[in-house]
């Protein structure tokens, strides 16, 4: 798929899913929706169960506040969900899928200087995004808005975490980490690269202990770091996540049920959402 095919098409699923959840009290019929995104019900319905897998009726259920209260009382603590998983620490519950590994105070201090920074924009179920990595692993992954300018905007926010990197295009490095990323792959874990204090970086690892499919509050993570009090602290470490979805801040959502905000768009916080837990439904009837 192009990039442009995949942003007109991530587009039109953004579109139908803000139209179901402003409506969703009384339940749009399928003609409704798309007439909303300006496609026949036909190619709207073929649209939205390739990308999402389900119907999208059943897809706006998952994001309901009540269904995500739900969902959060339901969430264990994540030392526990490691466990759970048989695996025997915290940090290896999702080694499977992704590694992470932080700077040394050296490089964080100059910035990056002396890496090469290869980066290549690609299409994703979720639109164009820009993904940026190293030979030591992915340092960025940013997902494209339709603002003319999404792509430079994209670039100087990571030039400002690796303000003395050299950048250069180089999408022949990043096609297959991109396509990893969406489709991970066990036994060939993503490796990431980041650039944070000591803190963000704590905050980055205790998201990586959330299955995907599932949600946490912040104070799920305040707890998992040791640091229960760290509210606004957490909440903002999670806001300066610089790899979209391979770190899932989007699975961190408000204690009361509500998504809250996300770097990427609220729209896209609740197409990752509801995606994730479409594909965990799946794969749930699929086992049983």
């Known amino acids: 798929m192009s990039v442009s095919t995949a942003a007109t098409d991530y587009q039109r699923i953004a579109q139908a899913i803000q ?74 519950l999702h080694d499977l899928f992704v590694t992470l590994e932080a700077v040394t105070p050296h490089e964080f201090r100059t910035g990056g200087a002396g890496l090469r920074i290869g980066y290549g924009v690609h299409a994703t179920p979720f639109g164009p ?66 650039r944070g204090t000591n803190f963000q970086v704590k905050v980055w690892e205790a998201l990586l202990r959330v299955p995907s499919g599932q949600v946490v ?3 799920h993570v305040a707890q998992a770091i040791g640091q229960p009090r760290a509210l606004q602290a957490v909440g903002s470490a999670v806001g ?25 768009g609220c729209v896209t916080k609740k197409a990752l959402i509801g995606w994730e837990m479409a594909q965990a439904a799946r794969q749930t009837v699929q086992v049983a």
Not at 30 to 35: G, I, N, P
Not at 43 to 58: D, N, T, V, Y
Not at 71 to 79: E, F, G, K, T, V
């Open 129 to 194: 995004a820009l993904l940026a990595a190293t030979s030591r692993g992915v340092c960025g992954l940013h997902l494209l808005d339709a603002e003319a300018d999404a792509i430079e905007n994209a670039l100087r926010e990571m030039r400002k975490n690796w303000p003395q990197a050299e950048f250069e295009p180089d999408a022949a490095l990043t096609a297959p980490l991109v396509a990893r990323a969406f489709a991970p792959v066990a036994g060939q874990p993503l490796h990431l690269l980041v």
């Open 217 to 219: 509050s912040y104070q």
């Open 19 to 92: 139209f179901l959840e402003e409506n969703f009290r009384r339940q749009p019929s399928l003609d409704e929706v798309a007439e909303a995104v300006h496609l026949s019900p036909f190619h709207f319905q073929r649209l939205f169960s390739e990308w999402a897998g389900i119907s999208p009726k059943r897809f706006v259920q998952f994001l309901t506040a009540d269904f995500l209260k739900t969902r959060l009382a339901q969430a264990m603590p994540l030392p526990e969900a490691t466990e759970e998983a048989g695996l025997s620490a915290p940090s290896r």
């Open 240 to 264: 300066a996540n610089p790899v979209a979805v391979l770190i899932p801040c989007h699975r961190v959502i408000r204690k009361e049920g509500a998504l809250g905000q996300y770097r990427w």
